[in-house]
């Protein structure tokens, strides 16, 4: 099985120093004294004056805004504060998909990041995203799969996906789109 997006993460900073010359906690000092509010413009900053790699100014921009799920103790909170305010009344089309997802095997990682759950087996199958007030999107990679009108390909939705499913109102985690999440789930 592939290692976990933590695993990865822990790597890359017990390797920071001997790759970049600074250990974490010296980038967050830097990070943190430059009047960033984005994480693209840390990413952008960290390569363009620093000569990072984009993996690791991912990294240190991830922690410097905390919005990576490893940087919250509790993830919960992260579900939670993808749901609050005007989204609140999206929160069981979420819990709807987690249920069913939640059946297919016991190796199902749900993990949840600041604007998304990923859900993962040996790799990431898909993703729920509250996008709007009024509308989740799931991502689903369904390499091969054609397109339909309802699973339309992901476009600038997301790039690690193939797919995506906008869903507006809790009967529509239906058969069909958990058939296409299982799917996704048995070929990751």
């Known amino acids: 099985m592939a290692k976990s997006p933590e695993d990865m993460a822990a790597a890359m900073i017990a ?3 001997e790759k970049t010359g600074k250990t974490l906690p010296q980038w967050l000092k830097i990070t943190k004294t430059g009047a960033f509010s984005k994480h693209g413009e840390i ?11 984009h993996g690791f100014a991912n990294l240190i921009a991830l922690k410097t805004l905390r919005s990576d ?34 059946k297919f095997g016991k190796d199902i990682e ?42 339309e390909k992901s476009g600038s939705f997301n790039a690690m996906l193939s797919h995506r499913v906008r869903i507006e109102n809790r009967k529509q985690v ?15």
């Open 174 to 188: 239906d058969k069909e789109l958990i058939g296409w999440l299982k799917e996704a789930y048995a070929a990751s």
């Open 43 to 53: 990413v952008k900053w960290l390569k363009g004056e620093h000569g990072l790699t």
């Open 110 to 151: 749900i993990a949840p990041k600041k604007a998304y759950v990923s859900l993962r087996r040996s790799k990431q199958f898909a993703i729920v995203q509250p996008s709007t007030k009024t509308r989740v999107d799931v991502g689903i990679n369904l390499t091969g799969v054609a397109p339909t009108a309802r699973l």
């Open 69 to 102: 799920s490893g940087s919250v103790a509790n993830k919960d909170d992260l579900v939670a504060g993808q749901y609050a305010g005007d989204k609140a009344t999206l929160r069981p089309i979420y819990d709807a998909i987690i249920k069913a997802v939640s």
């Open 15 to 17: 390797n920071l120093k």
